[in-house]
């Protein structure tokens, strides 16, 4: 496993519908890393049970590519049976392709392309307010600060409004600034002023660092970060020293999980001015939280590395929680390093032949619940 993805499943998909449909126009997206990405605008068209009226094209390398101009016609289906996407143009109309912009659709600032890369980026990370709006969306998300009541509309709202210009500005709201607002009563301005004090107080560094949206730099990189640096205060006094960018660099590169595009890219976002001025400005709100070390359990398992395959008679994850209660640890693949491998039902092959080729015990249901009560 992944943070995010199952290795170990396969999904079997039927082949994905068909349709063309006529280009009409070509729009820019300014997403939150300050990618500008093309998005069609085509004839609406009955696709896979849906109405389809645009469709992504990535990148501009896409675009050049399929030599797509307006009016042309254009083959679509969905990707995964859910995202449109446009496959190949059928029928030229214009003999002209759509041209790639300049500079960003939402702030004006001149777009830069980085070396080996195909991304169009805005630069203006901060003040950008297409990247802005992106940006406050996933700051309030679930995984990061979790803020309840603060979604696109809302956002959106604050930014016209002059509220808002950065992340760290949805901690300077009050319940009536907010009932200037449309649609905003007494009620509702409360709740999420509230949202935002309770959102304050949960937080971990882990989830701030998080919740910045620092390009290369997911969630778990940043809890491993987070469990060696404590503190965000603490990441920028080394940040701060001059002329220690490849120290810093190489220091981040001792954690877990962490690499030279990671640690290069923390590096680059918190020596940036302004990103270091909305920092500066989240640790004056009191958000620089400690991060919490999980206390480690001793118990009979540990020291001992598990290893779960196959059907079990329970969730992977019940059996994880009761190895962690007894001190085990439990990882995704067998190595030399793993002592068990529990094995269920219909277990593949691949983990059986590491067990063996490792050394490693293998454990039905009945010898793991043994192990465990002893």
């Known amino acids: 496993m992944t943070s995010k993805y199952p290795r170990w499943a396969i999904a079997y998909k039927f082949p994905a519908e068909q349709v063309t449909t006529i280009i009409e126009s070509l729009e820019h997206n300014v997403g939150r890393t ?85 991304a169009l980026l805005c630069p203006n990370n901060m003040s950008c307010p297409g990247q802005l709006l992106e940006s406050i969306e996933f700051f309030a998300g679930r995984k990061q600060l979790n803020i309840d009541g603060l979604g696109e509309k809302v956002a959106s709202m604050l930014i016209e409004a002059g509220l808002v210009k950065s992340v760290a500005d949805l901690f300077t709201l009050s319940a009536e600034s907010l009932q200037s607002l449309e ?10 002023v509230e949202a935002l004090g309770a959102a304050k107080k949960d937080a971990s560094f882990s989830r701030v660092l998080t919740a910045l949206g620092i390009r290369h730099v997911g969630n778990t990189a940043c809890k ?58 989240l640790i004056a709100h009191s958000l620089d939280p400690v991060e919490v070390i999980a ?23 019940e059996f994880k929680k009761r190895i962690e209660a007894a001190g085990g640890k439990v990882t995704g693949a067998v190595s030399g390093s793993t002592d068990y491998l529990v094995a269920g039902d219909k277990t593949g092959k691949t983990k059986l032949a590491a067990a063996e080729k490792h050394d490693v015990e293998v454990l039905d249901e009945a010898a793991f619940e043994a192990l465990l009560g002893q």
């Open 183 to 192: 649609r905003f009563g007494s009620l509702s301005a409360n709740n999420l």
């Open 295 to 317: 206390t480690k359990v001793e118990g009979g398992l540990s020291g001992k590395t598990f290893v779960l395959t196959g059907t079990l008679s329970a969730p992977r994850g």
């Open 34 to 118: 300050g990618a500008v990405t093309p998005v069609a605008n085509l004839e609406p068209v009955e696709l896979a049970g849906t109405t389809v009226k645009r469709a992504s094209l990535h990148n501009w390398d896409q675009v050049e590519r399929l030599g797509i101009g307006k009016g042309d016609r254009v083959l679509i289906h969905k990707a995964g049976e859910i995202i449109p996407q446009i496959l190949s143009v059928t029928e030229k109309h214009s003999s002209t392709v759509f041209a790639p912009p300049t500079h960003c659709p939402s702030c004006e600032s001149e777009l830069i392309r980085e070396e080996g890369k195909v």
């Open 224 to 281: 491993a970060i987070a469990q060696k640096y404590k503190r965000m205060s603490a990441l920028l006094e080394l940040a701060d020293i001059e002329d220690e960018g490849e120290t810093f660099v190489e220091g981040l590169c001792g954690v877990d999980g962490v690499g030279e595009v990671i640690a290069t890219s923390l590096y680059g976002f918190l020596r940036n001015e302004t990103n270091r001025r909305v920092i500066d400005e």
